[in-house]
Nanobody, 120 residues
Framework: QVQLVESGGGLVQPGGSLRLSCAAS????????MGWYRQAPGKERELVAA???????NYADSVKGRFTISRDNAKNSVYLQMNSLKPEDTAVYYC??????????????WGQGTQVTVSS
């Protein structure tokens, strides 16, 4: 069994910064790609940023230049540094990871989500 737990969400003013963290816990697993998604009320869940083990990254156009994704493989963690936050960044942010448990197949896992609210 593998679980992903996010932290770091909260209320921040426009132009401010926030750093999200996500850690995978369990045993006998390995992680390939990791990423962050977000979902605002009434909208589809969208990919915010993704990163693979080799360091390649991908960002949504709306956050490119403002957000930075990184990972620490030793800690089975992924981070999202969010700068110059805008009200439209308000959403529940979900951690996602492609994980292989034991000799099983690779599958996606989701965290419980953390609320990010950008408002003055």
């Amino acid at each position: 069994q593998v679980q992903l737990v996010e932290s770091g969400g909260g209320l921040v003013q426009p132009g401010g910064s926030l750093r999200l963290s996500c850690a995978a816990s369990g045993s006998m697993f390995s992680i390939n790609a990791m990423g962050w998604y977000r979902q605002a009320p009434g909208k589809e869940r969208e990919l915010v940023a993704a990163i693979i083990g080799g360091g390649s990254t991908n960002y949504a156009d709306s956050v490119k230049g403002r957000f930075t994704i990184s990972r620490d493989n030793a800690k089975n963690s992924v981070y999202l540094q969010m700068n110059s936050l805008k009200p439209e960044d308000t959403a529940v942010y979900y951690c996602n990871a492609d994980i292989k448990v034991g000799w099983g197949n690779l599958r996606g896992y989701w965290g419980q989500g953390t609320q990010v609210t950008v408002s003055s």
